[in-house]
């Protein structure tokens, strides 16, 4: 079936490195993706999205990047922080029954910052 | 207010138990959904409400039993669970399923089932 994954479950960065983070998908129809952060003992936390006709999309320290051809995005922190220090999650908008759009998470990243 | 509330942050609970856990918004929205997320593993979707009305059921085991008694309150009602219900069950609402649909999730109850 259609599915939404990432590569590397575990990514670990020195405090002041940039870090990358990818994620796969197979639906080409796809037509939203979202990012979450999932810090210890909370619920997700929407970070940035973006469109499928956009390749890039930029936030505060945080760039999305979308590659339709190889259905490919990633997620780019600028300088990571301690506070970075999480699990990321893309996430795929997809159109259920009701005409809801409800996401699709993928499995999820752990970020590891080290001082 | 830009938060969603869930209450307990804690549960554990014998099998014969029944038990309810609680969500609570305040920012207008109109959609609200429950999810169960296991240890290291993505939120999985379980009911959604929209306009306080059931519209997505993720064929969840009657056990657990959703209410949205207004548009603020979620509940999630539990009897009989077995152990391997035991995870994070988390709260979220959005302004509507729209397509650019934000959702904003609650801490979570943790639940254990004994």
């Known amino acids: 079936g259609e599915s939404v994954g990432l590569h590397l479950p575990t990514l670990s960065v020195q405090e002041g490195d940039n870090s990358i983070i990818n994620c796969a998908y197979s639906?080409?129809?796809?037509?939203?993706f979202i990012w979450y952060k999932q810090e210890s003992g909370k619920g997700p936390q929407f970070i940035i999205d973006?469109?499928?006709?956009?390749d890039k999309r930029q936030g505060q320290r945080v760039t999305v990047l979308l590659n339709k051809t190889v259905k490919h995005l990633s997620l780019q922190i600028a300088a990571t922080q301690p506070g970075d220090s999480a699990v990321y999650f893309c996430a795929e908008n997809r159109l259920r029954s009701g005409g809801s759009y409800i996401p699709t998470f993928g499995r999820g990243t752990s970020l590891i910052v080290h001082p | 207010d830009t938060e969603v509330t869930q209450t307990p942050k804690h549960l554990v609970m014998g099998m014969t138990n029944k038990k309810s856990l609680k969500c609570e918004q305040h920012?207008?929205?109109?959609?609200m959904y429950w999810y169960k997320q296991k240890a290291k593993k993505p939120p999985e979707l379980m009911f959604v409400y929209s306009y306080e009305k059931l519209s997505i059921n993720e064929s969840v085991p009657s056990r657990f039993s959703p209410e949205c008694p207004n548009s603020s309150l979620l509940n999630l009602h539990l009897h009989a669970l077995q152990p391997e219900d035991s995870a994070l069950y988390l709260c979220a609402s959005s302004h509507s399923g729209s397509f650019r649909n934000e959702q904003f999730f609650g801490p979570g109850t943790r639940l254990t089932v004994l």
């Open positions: 920012m207008g929205h109109r959609a």
């Open positions: 639906n080409s129809a796809s037509d939203y």
């Open positions: 973006i469109r499928s006709n956009m």
